[in-house]
């Protein structure tokens, strides 16, 4: 595991952005796609931002970008909490991917149906027992969660299935997602993480005992990629190391 730690935000960002950059070349030089799981959230939001406009958006060659998220809000894409609509708002949007590399989950199906697709989709890509993607892009709640693993849900837990629909109950709307066996695959994970409201839960997640079921963020442990997390002061204040 690889921990990285920046002064502030705004240099958290440049950080994501320039391992970004640097990882989708790397990997370009030894095949001819790049597939990135995106999230929600704040602190993907600036790097959206930062990746969109200049000296970034010319180093990235969009066309062999395939998009997937790793979770999402079961709203339309139009919603304000949709993590699609962020992504095409602050990147997608102003990039030249091809519409047909970039996969939103559908919130137009029923939820489970939603799930099967994106599984569907997902085994087309990356076959039953081949490499997954080439890296996944996290954020963690301050409540520890990570995709769409919550606290004390079940999904947490899941060791088959690489994606789920399910009820969350705390915040009254479903919720889709990739699971940690499919995850795990990838050949890299980047956690972004900032803010003083982080600081309890990542010292928790990164040095507590074992306790996914309080802390979720615990059972994403690649299982032969790198791990990596970026994060700002601010979150890093209780880290002991
Ligand atoms: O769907 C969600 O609940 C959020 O998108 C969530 O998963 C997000 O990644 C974290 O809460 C971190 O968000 P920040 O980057 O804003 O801290």
């Known amino acids: 595991m690889q921990l990285i730690i920046k002064k502030n935000p705004a240099d958290l960002a440049k950080a994501a952005a320039d391992f970004i950059v640097k990882r989708i070349k790397d990997t370009l030089k030894k095949q001819d796609r790049f597939t990135i799981a995106l999230s929600g959230g704040s ?3 600036a790097l959206h931002e930062l990746l969109a406009k200049s000296p970034y958006v010319d180093q990235i060659p969009w066309l062999q970008l395939h998009v997937f998220w790793g979770d999402e809000r079961y709203v339309p894409i139009d919603d304000e909490q949709s993590n699609a609509g962020m992504a095409y708002d602050t990147l997608l949007g102003h990039v030249y991917t091809p519409e047909e590399q970039i996969h939103v989950w559908r919130t137009d199906l029923e939820p489970d149906a939603a799930a099967a697709d994106y599984d569907r989709i997902l085994h087309e890509y990356f076959g039953e027992s081949g490499p997954s993607f080439d890296l996944v892009l996290l954020g963690m709640g301050d409540d520890g969660h990570t995709l769409s693993l919550f606290p004390g849900t079940e999904v947490v837990h899941e060791k088959t299935a690489w994606t789920k629909a399910y009820f969350l109950t705390q915040q009254n709307m479903f919720r889709l997602t ?10 890299c994970v980047a956690f972004l993480v900032a803010g003083p409201k982080k600081a309890e839960p990542l010292k928790e997640v990164l040095e507590g005992a074992y306790n996914p079921d309080k802390y979720p963020s615990q059972v994403i442990k690649p299982v032969d990629g790198e791990l990596v997390w970026l994060v ?5 204040a209780l880290l002991q190391n």
């Open 232 to 236: 700002d002061e601010k979150a890093a």
């Open 43 to 45: 602190t993907p939001k």
């Open 178 to 187: 990739l699971t940690a066996p499919i995850t795990n695959r990838a050949s």
